[in-house]
């Protein structure tokens, strides 16, 4: 259960989305060229997982956090605060200087909005950030589904939604979560990425 949760953490959430985008849709990163899509998903992990990554390391080293996990309520908050203003001024940077694709865009601000929501919610409720991400990427391809693909994906699709449910499991199982946290993140994740994606995206 441990490494699904290290499988599927929720930094890495937008990495896997932009590769799975590249694996059944990669026209939607047009009018990034095919051979350069690679490189952008590379920039995504580096923004989106190494540097918040390190930050929380950060944080635990000046002892603001006592884990790496960050499982205590009342240390959550600094470093979502964080990581939604690293995921912000990404979005900001991919906007202004990279002319990415606006479904990209969409994906980015509505991860960032997630992020802001969970630090927001940690003030008063341990949510699960692990059950929101993964659930997210399910709401977010779902809405691609519905958009833009065919049928052909929806094994795909199911193996998206198999991978959350295991993970949410894996919270629980560890004890790092009660059933209404995990919930929570389910909702908040699936429909906040959903709705984003099939208004705008």
């Known amino acids: 259960m441990k490494v699904i949760s290290a499988v599927f953490h929720p930094l890495l959430m937008a990495t896997y989305s932009c590769a799975l985008m590249y694996w059944i849709i990669p ?3 047009s009018p990034i060229r095919y051979e350069s899509i690679p490189f952008f998903i590379g920039v995504v992990f580096l923004t989106t997982a190494v540097v918040p990554a390190l930050s929380i390391l950060f944080l ?8 790496l996990e960050i499982t205590k309520l009342e240390e959550r908050s600094l470093p979502f605060l964080s990581i939604g203003t690293f995921y912000g001024v990404t979005t900001y940077m991919f906007y202004a200087k990279m002319s990415v694709p606006f479904p990209l865009l969409i994906m980015m601000m509505a991860v960032t909005v ?27 391809f779902s809405a691609l ?5 065919s049928t ?20 629980l199982y560890l004890g790092r979560h009660s059933p209404d946290e995990s919930w929570s993140g389910v909702t908040l994740g699936f429909i906040l990425c959903f709705l984003a994606f099939y208004l705008f995206g």
């Open 27 to 29: 026209e939607i990163y």
């Open 60 to 67: 635990k080293m000046t002892q603001k956090v006592t884990s």
């Open 114 to 140: 997630l992020i802001f929501l969970i630090y927001l919610i940690s003030f008063n409720f341990k949510i699960s950030v692990h059950s929101a991400g993964i659930w997210g990427v399910a709401g977010l």
């Open 145 to 149: 589904a519905i958009k833009y693909l």
């Open 152 to 171: 052909s994906v929806i094994p795909i699709l199911a193996a998206i939604f198999v991978a959350a449910g295991l993970t949410t499991m894996s919270r």
